[in-house]
């Protein structure tokens, strides 16, 4: 409990403040990752628009337009909580965002107390970081990426199994922990694929050092059959959404490797222009300053130094140093090598490892690395805590504050406004509409997500779209009109997009063309 309200003060403290009127990021990813949450609300309660779970109602009327970016299934039952219980979709939304970091919190205080056997106040000191931390906050532009309960879930299940290898409680624990990876899976494919690689890294350094060998091949030994039944469960929960990815990746192709951006040296101790601490330092610095948020994976000196010092304080534990080893390999594998982007070892990576190619964003591997930063601080502030109570609580509170960013929030009954006023425009007769607005000061992705929103408030679907991928020969990326040119250009894509489908009118104008 102490953990989940730290971090929800820590990383929501904006969004309280403001009565849940203000939610962090901007109105790009952030109302589409809710607009995929509302869908799975709108499928389980049989909205008509959103009765097949893979069909969304945009890109109209291409198919499994939903498996080109994360489902959110996993995450979504405190979001239908809300909805049931009244909620609209902004009350339900922020919420949402209040449960996940709580629950992050949770899993994390559980993950550590567990893994490490430290006591409670120093396990719920690392699940703060890791529920909080600023690199956390620094994504939330992209909260699929916010819940990470269901991997701290799974490392805590196995952690627990090998603690108690060849009994029912192994045993549940194995079946435990595949059910919980396919949730992540269903959540979020990132986590659900760096979690994977977490695990594999993790297996190499355990059978590689001698004092944790013997328990890892004693497992095998006496629950291998458990082991590969809840694998085969887990991959048997997990095949229909894999089977949609790779139909979608057939259709749109999977990330060029140009396309792929990795962390610099100095990401790992960027955190951020808006750090409560360090903001000043990082907008002189032009060597942080130029980085995005996407690359802002620091957790501040302090930190650092302390879980540098947990670690060593602790080097003698067998799962300590796979962790801190575990750690470190990430870290190096995803980090550019200077100017040679060719000669980074994520090269290797993205060319030998399964499902590598559809990461395009390597420096989210941050929001992983956190549970070893975590670990490291748990175990610092537990060592102090024995000779050093009020020291050891001094330490955590300096190391959490650390976290604190002053980060971007917007106000959604803005846009809902606006959608409303959308809605209005658009008949009912319509089989589909098309929205190209004159500009308004917002790059086309802004006016594409408003789209999204007006097909559920008018309950007709749209051949707009926002996604991690388009669907092929479509070419409304620019739906802006601002001359007489773009007109026919849009005209000309609308045009070629029914001819495709063979569509039946009338595909509405929104606004009408004069």
Not at 70 to 96: H, I, K
Not at 455 to 477: I, K
């Given at each position: 409990?102490?953990?989940?309200a730290a971090?929800?003060l820590?990383?929501?403290?904006?969004l309280l403040?403001?009565?849940?009127a203000?939610?962090?990021g901007d109105?790009?990813?952030v109302?589409f990752?809710?607009?995929?949450?509302?869908?799975?609300?709108?499928w389980?309660?049989?909205?008509p628009?959103?009765?097949r779970?893979?069909?969304?109602p945009f890109y109209f009327p291409?198919?499994?337009?939903?498996?080109?970016?994360d489902?959110?299934?996993?995450?979504?039952?405190p979001y239908w909580v809300?909805r049931?219980?009244?909620a609209g979709p902004?009350?339900?939304y922020?919420?949402?965002?209040l449960c996940?970091t709580a629950l992050n919190?949770?899993a994390?205080?559980w993950?550590l107390?567990?893994?490490?056997g430290?006591?409670?106040f120093?396990?719920?000191?690392?699940a703060?970081?890791i529920?909080?931390?600023?690199p956390?906050?620094h994504?939330?532009?992209?909260p699929q990426?916010?819940?990470?309960?269901?991997?701290l879930?799974?490392?805590?299940l196995?952690?627990?199994?090998?603690?108690?290898p060849?009994?029912?409680r192994a045993?549940?624990a194995?079946?435990?922990?595949?059910?919980?990876?396919a949730?992540q899976?269903?959540s979020?494919y990132y986590?659900?694929?760096?979690?994977?690689f977490w695990?594999?890294?993790?297996l190499?350094v355990?059978?590689?050092?001698?004092?944790?060998r013997?328990?890892?091949l004693?497992?095998l030994r006496?629950?291998w059959?458990?082991i590969?039944?809840?694998g085969a469960l887990?991959a048997a929960l997990?095949?229909?959404?894999?089977?949609a990815?790779w139909s979608a990746a057939q259709?749109?192709?999977?990330?060029?490797?140009r396309d792929?951006?990795l962390?610099?040296?100095?990401s790992w101790?960027?955190?951020?222009?808006?750090s409560?601490?360090y903001?000043g330092l990082?907008?002189?610095?032009?060597?942080l300053?130029?980085q995005?948020?996407?690359q802002?994976?620091?957790?501040?000196?302090?930190?650092l130094?302390?879980?540098?010092?947990?670690?060593?304080w602790?080097?003698?534990?067998?799962g300590v140093?796979?962790?801190a080893?575990?750690?470190l390999a990430?870290?190096l594998?995803?980090?550019?090598?200077?100017?040679?982007?060719?000669?980074?070892p994520?090269n290797?990576?993205?060319?030998v490892?399964p499902?590598?190619?559809a990461i395009r964003a390597?420096p989210?591997?941050?929001?992983?690395?956190l549970?070893g930063?975590a670990?490291?601080l748990?175990?610092?502030i537990?060592?102090?805590?024995?000779?050093r109570?009020?020291?050891?609580?001094?330490?955590?509170?300096?190391?959490l504050?650390?976290?604190?960013v002053?980060?971007r929030?917007?106000?959604p009954?803005?846009?809902?406004?606006?959608v409303?006023q959308?809605a209005?425009?658009?008949?009912?007769?319509?089989?589909?509409?098309?929205?190209t607005?004159p500009?308004d000061?917002?790059p086309?992705w802004?006016?594409?997500?408003?789209a999204?929103?007006?097909?559920d408030a008018?309950?007709v679907?749209t051949?707009n779209g926002?996604?991690g991928?388009t669907?092929?020969?479509w070419?409304l990326?620019d739906c802006l009109?601002r001359t007489?040119e773009d007109?026919?250009?849009v005209?000309?894509?609308?045009?070629?997009?029914?001819?495709?489908?063979a569509?039946p009118?009338?595909i509405?104008?929104?606004p009408?063309p004069?």
């Amino acid at each position: 409990m102490l953990a989940a309200a730290a971090s929800v003060l820590l990383a929501h403290h904006t969004l309280l403040a403001s009565g849940l009127a203000r939610v962090p990021g901007d109105p790009g990813d952030v109302r589409f990752v809710h607009y995929c949450i509302e869908h799975t609300w709108g499928w389980l309660n049989g909205h008509p628009l959103h009765g097949r779970f893979w069909d969304l109602p945009f890109y109209f009327p291409a198919p499994n337009t939903g498996a080109y970016s994360d489902v959110l299934l996993g995450v979504a039952p405190p979001y239908w909580v809300m909805r049931a219980l009244g909620a609209g979709p902004d009350a339900a939304y922020a919420g949402w965002l209040l449960c996940s970091t709580a629950l992050n919190a949770a899993a994390g205080t559980w993950f550590l107390r567990s893994a490490l056997g430290v006591r409670w106040f120093a396990a719920a000191s690392g699940a703060v970081l890791i529920a909080a931390g600023a690199p956390r906050i620094h994504l939330l532009d992209h909260p699929q990426l916010i819940s990470a309960y269901w991997s701290l879930a799974a490392l805590a299940l196995g952690g627990l199994a090998l603690q108690a290898p060849g009994t029912w409680r192994a045993r549940c624990a194995w079946v435990g922990a595949g059910l919980a990876a396919a949730a992540q899976a269903w959540s979020a494919y990132y986590l659900w694929w760096f979690l994977a690689f977490w695990v594999a890294i993790a297996l190499v350094v355990a059978l590689c050092g001698r004092a944790t060998r013997p328990a890892i091949l004693q497992a095998l030994r006496r629950d291998w059959a458990v082991i590969a039944g809840a694998g085969a469960l887990s991959a048997a929960l997990t095949l229909p959404l894999l089977r949609a990815w790779w139909s979608a990746a057939q259709e749109v192709g999977l990330r060029n490797a140009r396309d792929v951006f990795l962390a610099r040296g100095q990401s790992w101790v960027n955190v951020g222009p808006d750090s409560w601490w360090y903001g000043g330092l990082v907008r002189r610095l032009q060597g942080l300053s130029y980085q995005t948020n996407e690359q802002q994976v620091g957790v501040g000196l302090l930190t650092l130094g302390a879980a540098g010092l947990g670690f060593w304080w602790a080097r003698r534990r067998g799962g300590v140093m796979v962790l801190a080893t575990t750690t470190l390999a990430l870290v190096l594998l995803a980090t550019q090598i200077g100017p040679w982007r060719a000669a980074s070892p994520w090269n290797v990576v993205y060319a030998v490892i399964p499902g590598a190619a559809a990461i395009r964003a390597v420096p989210r591997v941050g929001l992983v690395v956190l549970f070893g930063w975590a670990g490291g601080l748990a175990l610092a502030i537990d060592a102090v805590s024995r000779a050093r109570p009020l020291a050891s609580a001094t330490l955590a509170v300096l190391c959490l504050l650390e976290q604190g960013v002053a980060y971007r929030h917007f106000l959604p009954a803005l846009d809902r406004a606006r959608v409303a006023q959308i809605a209005g425009e658009v008949s009912p007769g319509c089989k589909a509409f098309v929205y190209t607005p004159p500009p308004d000061g917002w790059p086309p992705w802004h006016a594409q997500i408003d789209a999204l929103w007006v097909t559920d408030a008018a309950g007709v679907p749209t051949l707009n779209g926002y996604s991690g991928n388009t669907p092929p020969d479509w070419r409304l990326q620019d739906c802006l009109v601002r001359t007489a040119e773009d007109r026919s250009r849009v005209e000309a894509a609308v045009a070629a997009w029914v001819r495709r489908w063979a569509l039946p009118g009338p595909i509405c104008r929104i606004p009408p063309p004069r």
